[in-house]
């Protein structure tokens, strides 16, 4: 008999089963079998929230969230935010290595070459109302391309992918800045090839008067860091919606409208506009102490705090950490910055935290620093669903190709009515 299996009592028949374990990991179906009548449905999991569940196998990003490791494709996260820039980094997300030269010239000519959006696009940015949040624009008009690109549907040719990688990557950025233009009353910059992936971002975002625009090298490169840090975390909210979305076959640019969705939410990608809103409400160092005890007794959460998976440090949020300094060499320190540090500092040495075993997530200091770049509050989850992209279609392909997938479609334990027959309106209390 093989040691690699569970073996379950049902007591209230007194069978026993043995269920194999591949990958530390039982299949859920297999629990199906476990029933006391023939007719039975048969054992189900049940897991609110997959806090248990793994709904696929991947070979994109590895996270021990105990000892605080995140690596994209067994590339740990400082290496590449140290050596690595945003397009190479998004890569190896995608194809599993890193290119090599030739790869890298041609993967970043294709992906520049799809900057530019439809003008009719343009035209339906225009038609957001002038204070229309940017992250809702980006929603909306990363929807509407699917109708641009009929060609997407053909999600089954390697081709047609790609070409919709190119483009999905390469927009996003335009159509972020757009948003962003469109709310200040500002005309829309078109994108300049010249510059880095990051650097044309900066140019789209704050063009003014001079003929070329030229991004300061060490914002630019700031940038990129936050781009590669947010560029996949495996299984989480957004990346799930995409997934599960593109389960049903849909093209990845609907799917993608899904993700974004999911990401705009302030316990995931919107938390970093809820930090800054929340330091800019403590505003002094010497409220700071009032306001942890506001989150211990309850009345609301310490925004960038937390993690599902860390529980020891989120190592973005280290690599962050330091990028915020070297941003602020350029910008000046921003004032919220002290606020910060101290909460940090409290938090960290509060039983309340450390139990909960709480810690700065990546959202604490990336706003800080996008604040410090002058971009608005609202553009926060907007920066980081530019490079997410890149890490919600690697996962959408990988899911596509993966034979064990099907549409997907959970489960639920029914507790309500059982059947009763309808009461006309007359008869209603
Ligand atoms: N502030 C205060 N208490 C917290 C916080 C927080 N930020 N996060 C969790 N807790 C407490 C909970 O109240 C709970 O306490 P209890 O056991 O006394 O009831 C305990 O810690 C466990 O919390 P859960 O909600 O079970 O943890 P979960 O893993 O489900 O939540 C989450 C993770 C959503 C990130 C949470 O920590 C949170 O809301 N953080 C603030 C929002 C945030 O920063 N989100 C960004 C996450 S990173 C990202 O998505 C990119």
Same mark, same amino acid.
């Given at each position: 008999?093989?040691n ?10 007194g069978k ?18 476990i ?6 449905f ?5 897991d609110?929230a997959?806090?248990n ?30 050596k ?21 010239k ?16 343009k ?13 809702g ?32 990557i ?5 159509i ?9 009353g500002?005309?829309?910059?078109y ?5 880095s ?11 003014k008067?001079?003929?070329?625009y030229?991004?300061?090298?060490i914002l ?11 560029a ?5 909210c957004s990346?799930n919606?995409?997934?599960s ?10 799917a993608?409208?899904?993700a ?14 809820a930090?800054?809103?929340?330091l800019? @409400? &403590?505003?002094?160092?010497?409220? !700071?102490?009032? =306001?942890i005890?506001r %989150? *211990? ?5 310490l ?10 440090y989120?190592?973005r949020a ?19 910055l ?12 509060d039983?309340?935290?450390?139990s ?11 706003g ?11 553009m ?12 919600w ?8 190709l993966?034979?064990?997938q099907k549409?997907?479609?959970?489960? @639920? &334990?029914?507790?309500?009515?059982? !059947?009763?027959? =309808?009461?006309?309106? %007359? *008869?209603?209390?």
């Amino acid at each position: 008999m093989s040691n690699d299996t569970l073996t379950i009592t049902d007591n209230r028949t007194g069978k026993q089963y043995e269920i194999p374990i591949k990958d530390e990991t039982i299949k859920a179906i297999d629990l199906r079998q476990i029933r006391v009548k023939p007719d039975d449905f048969g054992i189900m999991t049940y897991d609110p929230a997959f806090t248990n569940t793994a709904s696929c196998k991947s070979r994109i990003t590895f996270i021990d969230g105990d000892k605080g490791i995140l690596r994209y494709r067994g590339y740990p996260i400082d290496q590449l935010a140290e050596k690595s820039t945003y397009l190479e980094t998004a890569y190896l997300i995608l194809h599993g290595e890193l290119p090599t030269t030739d790869q890298l010239k041609d993967w970043t000519w294709n992906v520049t070459h799809h900057t530019f959006i439809h003008e009719s696009i343009k035209k339906f940015i225009d038609g957001f109302h002038h204070d229309a949040h940017p992250m809702g624009m980006l929603i909306g008009t990363v929807g509407a391309l699917s109708t641009f690109y009929p060609d997407a549907k053909d999600i089954f040719n390697a081709e047609s992918r790609r070409k919709q990688v190119y483009r999905l990557i390469a927009k996003v950025a335009t159509i972020a800045a757009f948003a962003y233009r469109h709310r200040m009353g500002l005309p829309y910059v078109y994108p300049d090839n010249e510059l880095s992936f990051a650097g044309n971002f900066l140019n789209m975002m704050f063009k003014k008067t001079e003929l070329k625009y030229q991004p300061s090298p060490i914002l630019e490169k700031a940038l990129e860091v936050l781009f590669i840090l947010h560029a996949d975390h495996e299984q989480n909210c957004s990346t799930n919606a995409m997934r599960s979305i593109g389960s049903s076959q849909v093209d990845p640019y609907s799917a993608l409208a899904g993700a974004a969705a999911a990401l705009y939410g302030p316990l995931h990608g919107g938390a970093n506009e809820a930090v800054l809103k929340m330091l800019n @409400q &403590i505003k002094s160092v010497d409220r !700071v102490p009032e =306001y942890i005890k506001r %989150v *211990k007794d309850g009345d609301f959460r310490l925004m960038g705090f937390g993690h599902r998976v860390y529980k020891n440090y989120d190592p973005r949020a280290t690599i962050i950490k330091q990028t915020a300094y070297e941003v602020f060499e350029v910008t000046g320190k921003d004032e919220l910055l002290d606020v910060a540090l101290e909460l940090e500092r409290i938090a960290l040495s509060d039983d309340y935290f450390i139990s909960r075993k709480l810690y700065p997530n990546v959202d604490f200091y990336s706003g800080i620093i996008y604040k410090a770049m002058d971009f608005p509050v609202e553009m926060f989850p907007v920066l980081f669903a530019i490079p997410r992209t890149a890490g919600w279609i690697a996962q959408w392909e990988e899911m596509l190709l993966d034979e064990d997938q099907k549409i997907a479609r959970p489960r @639920q &334990i029914y507790l309500g009515s059982d !059947v009763r027959d =309808y009461v006309p309106m %007359v *008869k209603r209390t």
